[in-house]
Each structure stands twice: as structure tokens, then as C-alpha cells.
């Protein structure tokens, strides 16, 4: 152990994850279809396939997670003993409206969180609750187009309402969409169906269709804000935004512009939940492009007046730029656009590994938005070897998250950054969203099974867990 800055008192320690990843029981209890339950097993270098429908002799990894809907009271009791102070995790929406569009709630999905959330507070572990968290209901998808949709607006902000209703005694901290800018990789569909369920079509402007999608997200998101605050004005409604900072490659002035310019395009969003309105060079850039976005004015008087409490983000790595004569106007094409840097190192999955990066951007958040922040994930995904003697020595976590902490205590302590916990991702072992792969593993707890979903499911503590115990136990003197 290293000696970190202790953080003040209060902060929320604790660890994240998401349904879809991690529930399993997929058919169970009246839970619907989610797009998670139609994405099939991929690999590093094997893209994830979406289906229409669940097909025979297919691999779907989310159809199982790890169990965590027959086992959460075990997890939740795993997570006290790590010392928790609170868990990040999200509210299947198909366990809630099982299609999208009922007129009344599925009820044994809500006692299903009913209960999830009575143990939490049963070990005085806060939940921080996500609303959408790439699984839509898939309904919503095929029948009407996802977020191109005003119509999905009105079924979000029900079930939003339905949920905030139902756990607003039990649950404080809410965040609305998960890592909602990762639309601007708009040339790969995947994200696209992931965030706004949002299916290009042949011939369609991609660009100005991921700008509406977006659009309505946030209205959905700011009229969720507004109907917390209405039930409860004490409830804090976030946003979650992938936070990857891009550096210019060098100090040329071109390649610190093209930087900029890229930082703008990744975060907007931000600028549209946390300031309620759009920044004008976007506007320009739509007039420029001849995009016809349907903004109203009663929209923008929504965004005005649900603009979130506080930032929500997740943080695994950060990006570079540099200009290219070829492109004089210093587009950003993510990810295209970015260059390796030299001077950090990578994962096996070639993730550029940069904790000083997230002290850069917790700063450059607090400058842009002054809100309240939340580090919701940040995490090392890796293979993990369970010994014969039943141990995991995960040293290269251990190292990677201490490395990490030590960058959010500075940006804390020596910045007056403003920041209320660290759920780093993840608490346990889960399938990974972005490969399907169990064996890219994240958790500082393990679980027992393979990407086939073969295994025990036996739960084990990691060397990491120990770790952080520690860390938690010393509220971050101890790393």
C-alpha cells in the first residue's frame, strides 16, 4: 500500500455495474425483450451481432450474466464486507415494461428492485441507479425506431416517472442515459442501437440522424429531471458521459485546434444537460451541414429547465489528434481521427492506459460545467488466472486502479475538484458490453464461468478485493 490524499468526509466508495450485464434471468419474473438479449458473443477483434430476434444455436451472453438476479443478495452482502458505501447498478427497463409501450407496470419487476434495494440499505450501501443503460426494450426498436421517435420520449419519461415514484425512499442518486455521447461513433452502427435504439437506414444523412436521436434524449432526459425533482426535491438526477479527453499529439497549433475541436464534438452533450442549451458553433454546424433538427421551443424551454444536478462519468483512457492536410476543416471522425499516443501505455484490448489523464479531465469538467461530479466507472478489463488453490492475483488491477485514484485524490485535494464517490467498473465480474466476452474481465470479484456461460458461478474474492477494502477502510490514505 502506497500512502493517497484521505478524501473528505462523506465520499461514496463503491463499485458499478449494469443489468444487462450482469442479472442474467433474462425470461424471469415477466421481464421483456431488451436490444442486450438479441446481441450475440463477440471478441476483441470480432464485432458484436445484433438480431432482430433470439435465433436458435446462437450465443447471447446476457441472457445469463452472471447470475447476479439469483444471487444478489449474496453479491450485496460481498460488497458490505468490501465496505461499500455505495453501488452503482441499472433498472432493466423489460423487467419494468417488459415492451416499452404498457399502459401499467410489470409489478414483480418492481419488487424485484424493491428488494435489491432493501439489502443495499440493509448494509448502509447507497444505490446510484441508472434508467437506461444499453437496454432498451427492443419493441421500441423495431416498432418505432427508437429515439427517432417522439413518441419513446413519452414511454421513457413513464417508466422514469414509475421508478422514481416507486424507490424514491430508497434511492437518492439517478442518472438517465448511460454514456449517451458515444453516438459520435455514429459510423458504426453499434452504438447507435446501444444508446438511442436507432437502426440507420439505407441512404439516410447517419451524421444528422444521431444529432435527433440525440435530440430527444435529452428532452427525455431534462423532463426526467424535472418530474424527480417535482416527487422529490431531494433526489439528484445526473448525466453519464464517456469521458475520454483527446490531447493534440504535439504542440503544433493545428494539431491543439484540431484537439479542441474534437473535444467540442465528443462533448456537447454535456453542454446540452448540464447548461440546458446548445452551444452556438453546433447550431452553425447544423445550418452549415443543412441539417433540419427538430428543436421546438417549448424543447428548449425543457433543456433549460432540466438541466441534470450533477456529472456522472465513466473514465477508462483518453485519445490523441493531430491535423491532417487532407482535412483542412479539422473534422472529427471517431474514431478515425485519433492517433496512438506514444507516451502512454496499452491494455490487451489496445485501451490507452492514462491516470493522469483523469485528473486532466476532472479539471477541464469542473472549468466547463461546474456541476457536482461522479466517477461511475473506471476499470481495467483483463485476463485473470484463478489459481489452484482458488486465488486471482490481479497485481495489474490493483496497479491500474491505484494509479487511477491517486490522479481523482489530487484533482480533489489539491484541484477543489468537486466530487462525490468512485464506483470503479466493476464490482464483479460481468459480461463485457462491448465484446461479450467473460474472459475480459473487470470485477474485483470473480465469477465462475466462461463466455459460453459453463461454470459454477461460485463467487471468489480477488487479490484486488482485499485491496480495496483497504482503501475504502482508510477513505483513500491507504492506496
Not at 278 to 286: D, E, F, G, K, R
Not at 334 to 353: A, F, H, K, L, M
Not at 359 to 380: L, S
Amino acid at each position: 500500500m502506497t500512502k493517497g490524499y484521505k478524501m473528505p468526509e462523506g465520499f461514496l466508495w463503491g463499485g458499478a455495474s449494469a443489468a444487462h450485464q450482469m442479472e442474467g434471468g433474462w425470461q424471469e419474473g415477466g421481464k421483456g425483450l431488451s436490444i442486450a438479449d438479441v446481441m450475440r458473443a463477440g471478441a476483441k477483434d470480432v464485432p458484436r451481432i445484433e438480431d432482430d430476434k433470439v435465433l436458435d444455436g446462437e450465443v447471447y451472453p446476457n441472457h445469463w450474466g452472471v447470475q447476479f438476479y439469483s444471487h444478489y443478495k449474496e453479491d450485496i452482502k460481498l460488497f458490505a464486507e468490501m465496505g461499500f458505501k455505495c453501488f452503482r447498478l441499472s433498472i432493466a427497463w423489460t423487467r419494468i415494461f417488459p415492451n416499452g409501450d404498457e399502459a401499467v407496470p410489470n409489478e414483480a419487476g418492481l419488487a424485484f428492485y424493491d428488494d435489491v434495494f432493501a439489502t443495499c440499505k440493509q448494509y448502509g450501501i447507497e444505490p446510484i441507479v441508472t434508467l437506461a443503460h444499453f437496454e432498451m426494450p427492443l419493441k421500441l426498436v423495431k416498432e418505432y425506431g427508437g429515439f427517432r421517435n417522439r413518441q419513446v420520449v413519452d414511454f421513457f419519461v413513464k417508466f422514469a416517472e414509475t421508478c422514481f415514484r416507486r424507490y424514491h425512499n430508497q434511492v437518492k442518486y439517478w442518472m438517465t442515459f448511460n454514456e449517451i455521447n458515444n453516438q459520435t461513433s455514429w459510423r458504426d452502427a453499434h452504438p447507435m442501437l446501444q444508446n438511442s435504439g436507432v437502426i440507420f437506414k439505407e441512404g439516410e444523412n447517419k451524421e444528422e440522424v444521431m444529432f435527433q436521436a440525440a435530440h430527444l434524449e435529452f428532452v427525455a432526459s431534462a423532463q426526467a429531471v424535472q418530474i424527480a425533482h417535482a416527487i422529490d426535491p431531494t433526489l439528484q438526477v445526473g448525466d453519464m458521459i464517456a469521458m475520454s479527453p483527446i490531447y493534440p499529439l504535439t504542440a503544433k497549433p493545428k494539431d491543439v485546434m484540431m484537439a479542441e475541436r474534437a473535444m467540442r464534438y465528443r462533448y456537447y452533450f454535456g453542454d446540452v444537460q448540464a447548461l440546458g442549451e446548445y452551444p452556438q458553433w453546433l447550431l452553425n454546424y447544423w445550418d452549415q451541414k443543412g441539417y433540419q433538427i427538430d428543436v421546438t421551443e417549448a424543447d428548449r424551454a425543457i433543456l433549460k429547465a432540466g438541466a441534470v444536478d450533477y456529472i456522472g462519468f465513466s473514465y477508462y483512457n483518453s485519445g490523441a489528434v493531430e491535423y491532417k492536410d487532407d482535412n483542412p476543416d479539422m473534422v472529427y471522425d471517431e474514431p478515425n481521427s485519433q492517433v496512438p499516443n506514444p507516451y502512454v501505455p496499452r491494455s490487451d484490448w489496445g485501451w490507452q492506459i492514462d491516470p493522469v489523464g483523469l485528473r486532466y479531465a476532472m479539471n477541464w469538467m469542473q472549468a466547463r460545467w461546474n456541476k457536482p461530479m461522479f466517477i461511475v466507472e473506471n476499470g481495467f478489463g483483463a485476463y485473470d488466472k484463478l489459481e489452484d488453490d482458488g486465488s486471482i492475483h490481479d497485481d495489474y488491477r490493483i496497479k491500474y486502479l491505484s494509479d487511477h485514484i491517486a490522479e481523482m485524490e489530487k484533482a480533489v485535494v489539491i484541484d477543489g475538484c468537486n466530487l462525490i464517490g468512485y464506483t470503479p467498473w466493476s464490482a464483479i465480474d460481468i459480461v463485457s458490453a462491448s465484446t461479450g466476452e467473460m474472459k475480459k474481465r473487470y470485477g474485483l470479484i470473480f465469477v465462475d464461468a466462461n463466455d459460453e456461460g459453463q461454470g459454477s458461478f461460485e463467487r471468489r474474492r480477488k487479490d484486488s478485493f482485499y485491496w480495496y477494502q483497504k482503501v475504502i477502510k482508510s477513505n483513500g490514505a491507504e492506496l
